[in-house]
């Protein structure tokens, strides 16, 4: 379900990354502190027709410049997420599909160690994520985030 698919992306954005900074950067120079924006939804499996309409979705919404979903990583360990995602609505009666207007925000801790990247939102729910990092892009692959609907992506972010 669409909708499904949807709420995992939303997951990703709200319960995904954690704990305290880590002033070591194990990945090079490249540093995760900063203002990261989704900027694709990557689908390996051609087959799973809930994943490639999402990724449609995205694709036109992105191709708009809409906001959808930042993560700001602070130096002080904090991580705020800002989702429009669940404000997504579809019209399939109408030509366009209008960016999100309203936003959720949540606040979190993280940490980063080597490519594990661990997020624990307000209630301390910890998740640990494989991650891909360069100067200006961060990866995350799909089932890191939520194996049940997100296999076989990957959720592309672009440094600001």
């Not at 540093?31 to 499996?45: N, P, Q, R, Y």
């Not at 997420?81 to 979190?108: K, Q, Y």
């Not at 049940?148 to 672009?158: A, D, H, Q």
């Amino acid at each position: 379900m669409i909708t499904r698919s949807f709420l995992s992306l939303v997951i990703v954005a709200l319960l995904g990354f954690s704990c305290s900074s880590d002033k070591e950067n194990p990945m090079g120079t490249a540093s995760i502190e900063g203002t990261w924006d989704v900027a694709e939804l990557k689908v390996d499996d051609s087959s799973n027709q809930d994943l490639l309409f999402a990724k449609g979705i995205f694709d036109v919404l992105i191709a708009q410049d809409c906001e959808l979903l930042a993560l700001t990583f602070k130096a002080d360990g904090t991580l705020i997420t800002r989702s429009g995602v669940s404000d997504i609505t579809i019209d399939f009666n109408a030509t366009s599909i209008p960016c999100p207007t309203s936003f959720e925000e949540e606040d979190a801790t993280w940490s980063l160690e080597g490519d594990q990247l661990t997020i624990t939102d307000a209630t301390g729910m910890a998740e640990t994520a494989t991650i891909q990092l360069n100067s200006s892009s961060l990866i995350v692959a799909g089932e890191d985030i939520e194996a049940e609907s997100l296999t076989g992506t990957e959720i592309v972010f672009k440094k600001r």
